[in-house]
């Protein structure tokens, strides 16, 4: 158990994901983030196009932003908003499990589209909060803002630790179907097997008595 524990707390301290990705004007890229409920999330990124000029990747042209979609592990939209070329989106998840974070540019250019490359950092739980911030807003000591940020990390890990254990409900029930399946198949190839030899012995009788073999 206390391992268990020990791996919750380190993917709670592990929960900010920063990358880049290379994508076309016209693409759109998505990713699946597993979320507990009622856990925001923040993304920053930025945006930059490529410039055949100079061989590097440069702040794009006005008016080229980032459309950014959110969908949760019922297939209901989260967050479907355009932003800057850089920013910020944030959401709140209602349902732990798997969202799918989706980006795209809201460019139109069909014909002679650029390349993009995206920079994006997400951070989910309290690695979203902006804790300086909330010194600032509610006048909090550095006791009051340490105790604040330990208690924001008990509640993400007890999310966590709840994920989890629908995960393994979850997966415990998909292995209970599975065997009963398994089960009920079995049992009607075996019923097959004992028909099909009921069967072919009362035809062997059948043809033996009309031989006057038996």
Same mark, same amino acid.
């Given at each position: ?20 990705? !290379? ?43 980032? !459309? ?24 709140? =998840?209602?349902?732990?499990?798997? !969202? ?6 809201? =460019? ?10 995206? !920079? ?54 998909? =292995? ?39």
């Amino acid at each position: 158990m206390a391992m268990r524990i020990a791996l919750i707390v380190a993917c709670v301290l592990q929960v900010s994901n920063a990358l880049y990705f !290379h994508i076309g004007e016209t693409e759109r890229k998505c990713f699946i983030e597993e979320i507990p409920d009622d856990t925001m999330v923040v993304g920053n990124y930025k945006v930059q196009a490529f410039d055949a000029n100079v061989k590097d990747y440069l702040p794009v042209s006005p008016g080229i932003g980032m !459309h950014v979609d959110v969908t949760d592990p019922d297939q209901k939209t989260v967050l479907s908003r355009t932003y800057a070329a850089e920013g910020r989106f944030t959401f709140t =998840s209602h349902t732990a499990g798997e !969202h799918v974070i989706c980006l795209n540019s809201n =460019s139109s250019a069909w014909f002679n589209a650029g390349q993009l490359r995206v !920079h994006l950092d997400i951070s989910v739980g309290e690695h979203a909060v902006d804790y300086q911030q909330v010194q600032a807003k509610d006048k909090l000591t550095e006791l009051q803002l340490r105790v604040r940020q330990l208690l924001d990390q008990v509640e993400q890990v007890t999310k966590e630790q709840n994920y989890q254990r629908y995960r393994e409900e979850r997966f415990r029930q998909t =292995s209970e179907s599975t065997n009963q399946r398994v089960l009920w198949w079995s049992i009607i190839q075996t019923l097959i097997l004992l028909v099909t030899g009921f069967w072919q012995m009362q035809h062997l009788k059948s043809f033996f008595e009309a031989k006057k073999l038996v």
